[in-house]
Structures are given as C-alpha cells and as structure tokens.
C-alpha cells in the first residue's frame, strides 16, 4: 500500500537496529519471567482465584509475545509471507479510493476475513456484509465520521467468515485528503484480536467468579458440558434491536436456546421508539411452534411497532394486537409484557398477557414488579423483561442473583450473568427457549 503521509507531515525516522534489539532483549527476558514465575504458582483448578491468576499470566504472556513479533517487524521490516498463525497474519491493511471508488487490500486482510486473496476487494459498501448485525451500526457510524468530519477510525467489530467462523477485528485509520482538504480516500490497518479477548473474557470470568455464590455440583458439571449462550434470533436481520441503546437506557437482549429436542416456541424482543424519546420495550411468545428462520416475531414486532407509535398505550397492547392476529395465519400470543418508559421522569407503565411481570433489581435486592400499573425507576435500577420459558424456579433463581445484577456496569453484563445462571433447560425449570431483554436506568 503506497505512503499517507502528507507533504507538510515529513516521515518519521525509523529507530536504530541496536535500540530495537535491545527492546526485543527485554521484552524477551520479561516473558520468560513471567512464565518462570507462572510455572512456579501452584494453582487448584478448583479454586475460582487460582483459575483467575491463570488467566492474567496467560493474557500477559498472549500480549509479551505480540509485543515481541511486532518489534521483530519494526527490526527486519514486513515479511513477504507471514507465517500462519503469527501475530503478522493476523495485521491486515486496506485502503478505498473515494474518486476511483477501487479499493486496495494487503493478502493478510483477506486471510483475516476467510476470503480469497484473488478476490476483488469489497468496497466501503460492501464491506459491512461480512459484519456481524448488531455491529453493523457501529462499522457505519466510525466510516461516516472519518469521511464526514475527518475523524480517526479507532474500534472492534465483529466479522462472520464463509465458513461461519467469527473473529473478533480492531480497526484503526484516518481520511487522506486532497490537495484541496477534501477526503480523496480512507485508509485503515485492521488486526484480528480475537485470540487476545478471548484471553481477556476468561480473565474478566474467572474474576467475576470469585464474588458467585457457590454452586450445586451437578449443575456446574451441566454447564461444562453444555455451554450455552444468549444469541440473536432467526428473525433479528429483519427488525434491529437498538443495540445502542435508547435515551435513558442501556439495552441488551437475547434469547436462550433450550436443548436439542425440547418444544420450540416464537419469541421476540424488541424496543421500539416513541414520542418524545419515549420506549416501548417488549418480549414475548407466540403459541405456535417456531421454525428456522420464521418470519412470525418479525410481523409481530412490525405489528406491535405500528400500533405503539399509532399511540396505543401498554394496557391496550394485548386485546389490540390479539385482534389483529385474529386476521392473519399467525398463531396467537401465548405470553407477552409491553412496558413504556418516559426518560424525562423515569416512569415505566406495563401490561402483560398472560406473560410473567417484570423484575426489578436495585440496590443488590430484586423483585417482581406488582400487576400491571405505572412505577418510578432510579438511575442505576436494573429491569429484566422475559417470555414463561424460563419457569418459576428459574425466576427465584435470578431474584437470587439481584447482588450481581444490581452491580453489573452494563446492560450486557446482566444479560451474561443470566445465561451463566439459566444457560441450559432443567434443574431450574427451562423446557422451551426463552427471550430475555435487559434495560439499565442510566440517567
């Protein structure tokens, strides 16, 4: 890739050979230190704090060794084929020239992104079809600031590969300009980071395990073998969750996919935008069986969506859309919960039909919110919306969980504890799939 210095930005002198080996001497002597003294710690699988001191000496290990291969770049300049694996293959550049509309790729940011390096590059446009869904907003939203007000790109997304694998990529660069100032092109050095946050979650986990209640034998043995997580319905590349958030809210949801083999039902979430930065935040459950990649949640969000910004308050929800429904080859709702919430005075109002009430967690004790009526949140409070898939045990479970929950810094932070809770059908009552929505008062 050519040169994006500017005239008036004169090229940085690279460092000396001697001081960039000497860099590499240390950084060696350091990683061999810090596996000499990992090697020397006894730890008990077991035990929660000697799992989390594993995994800080592996994450510093992971980053010493990154350290080493890019100071071996800097020492014998860019290889001409990185081996696999290295921390070389994993650094990718790109740049799209905005007057051509061509773009220009490194053969290793094909590698990153599983394409094939003969390949035509994909444009500003079509790069965001490899990205994930929830990430697409934020692709768009850092290209648009480089390209509109100038601004450094610097963020993580996530991208699916054509075997389906999905990797984890940090993205840094800057707008080229003309000689007139205007953005004649972008350029960015993407890298795959996934190896290094996935060192970085076990760090986080194994922390958070220290403060979790002790646990039954037998379930922590179900968990290791069946690891579940909440993940994005058929349907969500149909009708986006605001994955950003609303004002006043910080969202996040998902659904809990039940075992192989147990009864599948349609459920959705949702949050919808009204008047005035007015939400109406929704899950639910339809009485049918669901089939992959069913459109029925999708028509219903559209639905629910339609009749909310038509002024329809939550109490009218239930009777107007089991109206509708009526109409159409959709089966009905079996349980459903409509809250809307106004930010300006932190007043949530709710129905539901035939669905569970609505949990609130504040201040390390939980609750269900009392039958359908209007309540006054508080900055900080955590409200946890569900479908009945998850069962009453399963409900005492997370009101037992209100400590961590009322602690969580994030929306999807309470939405990773749940599913470490209730990731699996069983023991705490979870026949069906189930859909959970977060929502964390902010302001």
Known sequence: MSSHLSADRPAAQPPGRGSVEALISQTRRLRGDVDAVRRDTRTDAADARGRWQRALYDLALHQLSDLDEHLAQLRDGPAPAPRPGS??????????????????????????????????????DELPSLVVPEDRSKLTAMVTDCLVDARPIDGEFRVVRPDGTV???????????????????????????????????????????????????????????????????????????????????????????????????????????????????????LAGPDTAGTPAPALVIGALRGLATGG????????????????????????????????????????????PAPLLFRDGTGRELDAGGTTTLEAGDLLLLHTGGLGPTAVHRLLTLAPRLTGTGSAQDGVRIVTEALGGPGPHGRPDDACVLVARVTA
């Open 87 to 124: 921390l070389l293959s994993r650094v990718g550049s790109a740049e799209w020239n905005l007057l051509t509309d061509e773009a220009d790729w490194s053969g290793e940011l094909f590698r990153i992104l599983g394409l094939d390096p003969a390949a035509t590059p994909l444009s500003l």
């Open 167 to 285: 990797r984890t990529v940090h993205m840094m660069g800057e707008p080229v300009l003309d000689a007139d100032g205007s953005t004649a092109s972008m350029w960015a050095v993407l890298r795959d980071v996934s190896e290094l946050r996935r060192s970085q979650r076990a760090v986080s986990e194994t922390r958070d395990s220290l403060h979790r209640p002790p646990r039954d034998a037998a379930i922590e043995r179900r968990a290791a073998v069946e690891p579940q997580e909440a993940v994005p319905p058929p349907w969500h590349a149909l009708l986006r969750f605001p994955d950003q958030g609303r004002p006043g809210l910080d969202l996040a949801a998902g659904c809990l996919p039940a075992s192989a083999g147990a009864s599948r039902c349609a459920g959705w979430y949702d949050a919808c935008p009204l008047a005035g930065d007015e939400t109406l935040l929704s899950v639910g459950a």
């Open 312 to 355: 329809a308050l939550p109490s009218e929800l239930p009777d107007r859309l089991a109206r509708l429904l009526e109409s159409t080859a959709l089966p009905p709702v079996r349980d459903a919960v409509y809250c809307a919430y106004r930010p300006p005075t932190r007043t949530l109002t709710w129905a539901h039909a035939g669905g």
